[in-house]
């Protein structure tokens, strides 16, 4: 789950790395009671899940408080790579002497948090380590012991000559570690880590991402969550249970484990189809997960056949036939259906089917083409 | 032969008398699987379908039974737990199903379990199985038959759909393992690998990937390097958007990495027969095998 920046500070901020005042608005009128309170120029930005906002016009300048209210209003409400924007961050314009980056990621290689950090900073971290990645230090955590205070040290000489700026630079490693042990982050980055003309160490922009396994014991986490940057029937879909992505084409598929399901979009597209969403319906796939499935898949006007492919272990696939025809009781699917199951209850599976005057197929190949095919018709 | 389990195994199962560990236990001993205890705090001295001795604690369960295997069907949030349990108890071969563990629990139980020398197998996987022998985890006992084709791969019902065309086609077994589909698991292709060419029993391998990560990068150097025997290699995702996580929390492209182009590109220069299907399985290891497969 991705957090905006004003949530990132928030954490970061009650674990006391420095950070410049700021405040969050939803309305011009509150930028602009914010900017007032702040005095001076004060930087408007968006605050949407997706980067190059600068570019986009997301990011203002303003001079004093009038000014906040105009761009806060120009900002509130466009759209950047898709997103509305509901949200405005309201800081201080500040001088900047010098920009690093700072990020902590879970390795899966090393299986550790790891420190990567880079006087190159205030830009994209992944063209550095592409190009440059001497420019970056990396410094793997074991959670056994957490940051050793010479660990956190060799970060700050990494990043400064002046030695208390490599001490204040050491505290704000560990205080980020503890975010980001404390909140199940899968990634934590301060994205400038920035040096004002007086020599003050401060935080400029953050990005977290956490995990989502930990939002299970972790509600407190989970109200951050922005559901208007959601496609929609992903949010359906999430409340449902289901694994679902949306994507560009027009063959909805259904299918139970994610390895599959993977593999069964890229079959549609290796037969010439375009797959329309990933589902997975997981493993004890009650009939309810089947209709829900087929409620968000059918909701889409883009899909013009649908596929369920399902094998059968932990799944039965009797479980599997009863939803579908539960479901087309409920409401009415105006495209054609193809069923592929086999496994774990089959012979019952496709008497239920058969009872409907529907039918399966066996076999994963002949079911995509089968598909891929009828979608073509209706397209 | 085979490689992790087979005759051998004395399995503890940890979650027995929870509605997943005993859906399984039961299909497990049914396969014939040498399930020999099981364990739930709180429940010990209990016996699981009349016969299966149920303890309060994996040490007392080891001292009683000798079990040398755990398998762990426990909630997300006590999973680790149950992990360190296992490996503290001194079970050399742990199998972690659960779904769900917070990636920083793994990234606490790693260092422990390489410490202490064990074996851990997922979390996030159907486990494995020796066809006709063991039984380990949540793999259809029903689609495998035994044979000398050893299967490795990060998915579960692919695994299944992969491995229902070998037996459809007369192709057997040693082993099917399932390492799991989360950004850190306890036992990677590498080690599979590594198990699979010292295994006398195994002629062939076939490595399932997907996108994400890089494991099959370093899977693909080591099969240049160091494996002599067939390898061919599925890679799932190719249509997967970027940024995305496609289920498993490790099905993720990352930037620019972790995609199936880098992954089939890698295989391609190891000398690992590519699946574009994964029907293509069968063709591609009858073309690699030659005559070993007729039997």
Same mark, same amino acid.
């Not at chain 2, 659960?98 to 159907?126: K, Q, Y």
């Given at each position: ?35 007032? $309170? ?22 203002? !300048? ?30 201080? =314009?500040? +001088? ?11 390795? %899966? ?9 880079? *006087? ?17 230090? %990396? ?21 400064? +000559? ?9 505290? #704000?490693?560990?205080?980020?570690? @503890? ?57 359906? @879909? %999430? ?21 599959? =399901? ?74 054609? #259906?193809?069923?592929? !199951? ?24 002949? =079911? ?5 095919? !009828?979608? $073509?018709?209706?397209? | ?78 999973? @680790? ?125 076939? #490595? ?44 993720? #492209?990352?930037? *620019? ?22 029907? +293509?399985?069968? =063709? ?12």
């Amino acid at each position: 789950m991705n957090l905006h920046e004003y949530q990132a500070r928030t954490l970061l901020k009650a674990a006391g790395v420095p950070m410049f005042d700021g405040d969050v608005a939803s309305t011009p009128t509150e930028a602009e009671t914010i900017a007032r $309170r702040l005095g001076g120029s004060v930087v408007i930005k968006a605050q949407v899940h997706s980067g190059g906002r600068g570019k986009a016009g997301g990011v203002k !300048l303003a001079r004093n408080p009038a000014e906040a209210l105009d761009h806060a209003a120009e900002i509130l409400g466009m759209q950047i790579k898709g997103l509305v924007v509901h949200k405005v961050l309201v800081v201080p =314009a500040a +001088d900047i002497a010098t920009e690093s980056y700072l990020g902590l990621i879970m390795d %899966r290689e090393t299986q550790r948090p790891v420190f990567m950090v880079s *006087s190159a900073g205030g830009v994209d971290i992944e063209e550095v380590a592409a190009k440059t990645p001497d420019k970056i230090l %990396r410094l793997p955590v074991d959670p056994t012991y957490g940051l050793l205070p010479h660990q956190a040290l060799t970060l700050g000489f990494a990043l400064y +000559d002046d030695y208390s700026q490599v001490k204040a630079a050491a505290k #704000i490693m560990e205080q980020l570690y @503890a975010v980001f042990t404390g909140n199940g982050c899968s990634l934590a980055e301060i994205n400038p880590l920035v040096t004002t003309p007086t020599g003050q160490v401060l935080a400029l922009d953050a990005k977290i991402v956490i995990d989502d396994n930990e939002l299970f014991w972790r509600p407190d986490l989970g109200l951050m969550r922005d559901e208007s940057a959601e496609e929609p029937s992903e949010a359906v @879909a %999430r409340r449902a249970n289901l694994s679902f992505i949306k994507l560009e084409g027009n063959v909805g598929c259904v299918v139970n484990g994610a390895g599959l =399901a993977m593999a069964t979009m890229d079959l549609v597209k290796y037969y010439g189809g375009e797959p329309a969403n990933f589902l997975d319906i997981g493993g004890s796939s009650s009939p309810e997960k089947v209709i829900n499935a087929l409620k968000i898949i059918t909701t889409d006007r883009s899909v013009k056949a649908i596929l369920f492919n399902i094998f059968g272990g932990i799944t039965r696939t009797d479980d599997v036939a009863n939803g579908i025809v539960a479901a087309t009781r409920q409401f009415k699917v105006k495209v054609p #259906i193809v069923i592929r !199951l086999t496994g774990t209850n089959e012979a019952e599976a496709i008497r239920i089917l058969e009872g409907v005057g529907m039918t399966a197929l066996s076999d994963m190949d002949d =079911a995509v083409q089968r598909v891929v095919t !009828l979608a $073509r018709k209706a397209a | 032969m085979s490689i992790f389990v087979d005759r051998d195994t004395r399995l503890l199962v940890q979650g027995i008398t929870g509605r997943e560990g005993a859906f399984h236990a039961r299909h497990m001993l049914e396969y014939g699987t040498s399930v020999v205890a099981g364990v739930t705090p709180g429940k010990g001295g209990q016996k699981f379908e009349g016969r299966v001795p149920v303890f309060n604690t994996v040490a007392d369960a080891v001292q009683t039974t000798g079990a040398n295997c755990s398998v762990i069907y426990v909630p997300p949030m006590a999973a @680790a737990g149950a992990i360190f349990e296992a490996v503290d108890a001194g079970i050399p071969l742990v199998v972690c199903i659960t779904e769900g563990i917070p990636v920083m629990h793994m990234s606490r139980v790693m260092p422990f379990v390489r410490a202490r020398g064990a074996r851990l197998i997922g979390p996030n996987c159907p486990g494995l199985i020796t066809p006709g022998e063991a039984k380990v985890g949540i793999i259809p006992g029903n689609i495998c038959t035994p044979g000398r084709v050893g299967l490795v791969s990060r998915s579960g019902t692919l695994t299944y759909e992969v491995v229902n065309q070998l037996t459809a086609n007369g192709i057997g077994q040693s082993t099917c393992v399932g390492i799991g589909g989360d950004p850190i698991i306890g036992t990677d292709f590498i080690a599979c690998l590594e198990a699979f060419q010292a295994d006398d029993d195994t002629d062939a391998i076939v #490595i399932i990937g997907e996108i994400g990560g890089t494991d099959e990068q370093r899977a693909a150097a080591f099969v240049k390097e160091r494996v002599t025997k067939p390898v061919v290699g599925f890679i799932a995702g190719q249509t997967a958007p970027k940024g995305r996580r496609m289920g498993h929390a490790g099905a993720i #492209i990352s930037g *620019s990495s972790g995609t199936a182009e880098e992954k089939l590109s890698a295989f391609g220069q190891a000398g690992i027969g590519i699946m574009r299907r994964p029907a +293509d399985v069968v =063709a591609l290891l009858g073309q690699r095998m030659g005559a070993l497969i007729k039997r």
